[in-house]
């Protein structure tokens, strides 16, 4: 079965110090994993994608992401926040068995404080 | 290059009407998916499209439907509208659906059922 979990729902930072988005997964076949961002009242964003070249992917806006099959792990990370990061986050995953499965996770929403 | 674009911006309807969705993907797109954000449960995924077929859906009940255009656009269309369908409605589009295909979302529609 596939799965999505962010595993905090709120984030909450100061303005330079690093943020770290969590997410696990679970899928029976080899998956294909985003991040994606929602700013306020807009759409959602690519930010970065494991197309399992590398396991560090990178990402815009200096955002990165590991991917470690062993742990199912895809967590999001970037070594200074910004009041512009504030947003909120999605972890995907996304698989084609057959048919087409995209999961969205529930979303961390990230807070900046200056 | 225009992106998703999605119309009307938002809609307001009573109880019990239809309401129509409107979703023209990036030129060259042939995959349309749209998803339900409802405040609180996330990102749903509710249909997808391939070269004017459906190819997937969600677990929604059958008065949410659909269909894509010729030209590859898309409509939603939602009867006997309820108060908990009130939400934002994100359409997306990709190249035709593979292992790693990104898909780009349009700005939504917020429909709001009173």
């Known amino acids: 079965a596939q799965s999505v979990t962010q595993l905090d729902s709120h984030v909450s930072v100061s303005e330079g110090t690093p943020v770290l988005l969590r997410c696990n997964y679970s899928?029976?076949?080899?998956?294909?994993l985003f991040w994606y961002v929602q700013h306020p009242n807009k759409g959602l964003q690519l930010l970065l994608k494991?197309?399992?070249?590398?396991?560090l992917v990178k990402g815009i806006n200096g955002f990165e992401a590991e991917f470690k099959k062993s742990e199912t792990s895809f967590h999001l990370t970037k070594p200074s926040a910004h009041m512009s990061d504030a947003a909120e986050y999605f972890c995907?995953?996304?698989?084609?068995?057959?048919?087409?499965?995209?999961?969205f996770g529930a979303g961390t929403r990230l807070f900046v404080k200056a | 290059e225009a992106g998703v674009t999605q119309s009307p911006t938002h809609l307001i309807k009573t109880r019990g009407q239809q309401a129509t969705l409107r979703c023209s993907p990036i030129?060259?797109?042939?995959?349309v998916y749209w998803y339900q954000q409802a405040l609180g449960l996330g990102l749903q995924f509710l249909l997808w499209?391939?070269?004017?077929?459906?190819?997937n859906r969600g677990n929604f009940p059958p008065r949410f439907s659909g269909r894509q255009f010729p030209n590859y656009s898309s409509e939603l269309n939602v009867n006997a509208l309820e108060l908990e369908d009130s939400a934002l409605y994100l359409c997306?589009?990709?190249?035709?659906?593979?292992?790693?295909?990104?898909?780009?979302f349009g700005q939504g529609t917020r429909l709001t059922v009173v």
């Open positions: 899928s029976s076949y080899s998956p294909s």
């Open positions: 030129s060259g797109h042939t995959s």
């Open positions: 995907v995953v996304s698989e084609r068995t057959g048919g087409f499965k995209t999961i």
């Open positions: 499209y391939d070269e004017g077929e459906e190819r």
């Open positions: 494991y197309t399992s070249a590398a396991t």
């Open positions: 997306a589009s990709s190249l035709k659906t593979g292992r790693n295909t990104e898909a780009f």
